[in-house]
């Protein structure tokens, strides 16, 4: 009987150990992120609300930041919690150009690969 007690106790803490690695410490780490980004906001960042709304930062405050919207140049108060998400153009324009580069040296070695098949082929027929 004692050992179905220890057995119980151990397979609990097997199961908080696994839902706390698996939920509870991930979660935490996005709440640090999100919350590190809302803090570094500052003026000319380019953000995108949690209803969708997308503007440019035009003064911050501890917890109110004012947004100007680009198409008709209004500005909205609202609090820092609001933000989804901070775009940076020129950020963008990197991660785009870093993405197409290992496409292209991908599409040299697959050509390289295909050329050096093609060489292995042809050195096997003329030993035949």
């Known amino acids: 009987m ?74 909205l108060k609202m609090q820092k919690w609001a933000i989804h998400s901070v775009i940076n153009p020129s950020k963008e324009k990197e991660v785009v150009e870093k993405i197409k580069e290992p496409v292209e040296v991908v599409e040299d070695e697959v050509v390289e690969a295909v050329e050096a098949e093609e060489v292995v082929e042809t050195v096997e027929k003329t030993e035949e």
């Open 2 to 75: 004692p050992q179905g007690g220890a057995t119980s106790i151990i397979f609990m803490v097997a199961m908080f150990a696994i839902f706390y690695f698996m939920l509870i410490r991930p979660q935490r780490k996005r709440d640090k992120k999100v919350k590190d980004m809302r803090s570094s906001l500052k003026k000319g960042d380019e953000v995108i609300t949690i209803g969708g709304i997308q503007g440019k930062v035009v003064k911050v405050n501890d917890e109110i930041i004012v947004v100007e919207l680009d198409h008709a140049k209004q500005r």
